[in-house]
T-cell receptor, first 115, second 110 residues
Framework: AQSVTQLDSHVSVSEGTPVLLRCNYS??????LFWYVQHPNKGLQLLLK??????LVKGINGFEAEFKKSETSFHLTKPSAHMSDAAEYFC?????????????FGTGTRLLVSP | DGGITQSPKYLFRKEGQNVTLSCEQN?????MYWYRQDPGQGLRLIYY???????QKGDIAEGYSVSREKKESFPLTVTSAQKNPTAFYLC?????????FGPGTRLTVL
């Protein structure tokens, strides 16, 4: 069975400092992995996805993530945080389904950015 | 402008009432999904549909019902059998491996 564990429920950074949101996954298959962002009372927006191509994946708004099979990790990083990055971030693994894409969500990490 | 719309944005329901949440997409996607989001938890799958006139239960389908009469529309009914319906409900659609989400409906039971 597929699962994801987001290691921090909250992360606080200052504007201009690096961001690291940690995610470990478990999968019986070669997984597809995603990071989604959710601003308050909004839907989810895809930041980036890994689907067995390059292990370093670049996404929108300066975010990137590195797939490390040996560590079963898919951590999300950004060199310099901006106030607008404050949101909830979800690490997601795609589970094989019978003809549809079943997503398994982590519990989320709330990113707080202070001036 | 392609996307997914959900209505209403906020919904209040008295105990014992059924309510229907609307989800419409103009992305021409075959697959559509309903999720429930509770504080401190990830999204949980309620129902999904891969094609018109067909839908399947997800992980937490009890107390919910859906229909898929048109490709563009996938309404969710929260019935009185759902014991704890207060939550944020998100609709999504997909063609390949990326799901696109609507803005959500916040349902509160009074």
């Amino acid at each position: 069975a597929q699962s994801v564990t987001q290691l921090d429920s909250h992360v606080s950074v200052s504007e201009g400092t690096p961001v690291l949101l940690r995610c470990n996954y478990s999968s019986s298959y070669s997984p597809s992995l995603f990071w989604y962002v959710q601003h308050p009372n909004k839907g989810l927006q895809l930041l980036l996805k890994y689907t067995s191509a390059a292990t370093l994946v670049k996404g929108i708004n300066g975010f990137e993530a590195e797939f490390k099979k040996s560590e079963t990790s898919f951590h999300l990083t950004k060199p310099s945080a901006h106030m607008s990055d404050a949101a909830e971030y979800f690490c997601v693994v795609s589970a094989p389904g019978t003809g549809f894409q079943k997503l398994v969500f982590g519990t989320g990490t709330r990113l707080l950015v202070s001036p | 402008d392609g996307g997914i719309t959900q209505s209403p944005k906020y919904l209040f329901r008295k105990e014992g009432q059924n309510v229907t949440l609307s989800c419409e997409q103009n992305l021409n996607h075959d697959a559509m999904y309903w999720y429930r989001q509770d504080p401190g938890q990830g999204l949980r799958l309620i129902y999904y549909s891969q094609i018109v006139n067909d839908f399947q239960k997800g992980d937490i389908a009890e107390g919910y019902s859906v229909s898929r009469e048109k490709k563009e529309s996938f309404p969710l009914t929260v019935t009185s059998a759902q014991k704890n319906p207060t939550a944020f409900y998100l609709c999504a659609s997909s063609r390949t491996d990326e799901q696109f989400f609507g803005p959500g409906t916040r349902l509160t039971v009074l």
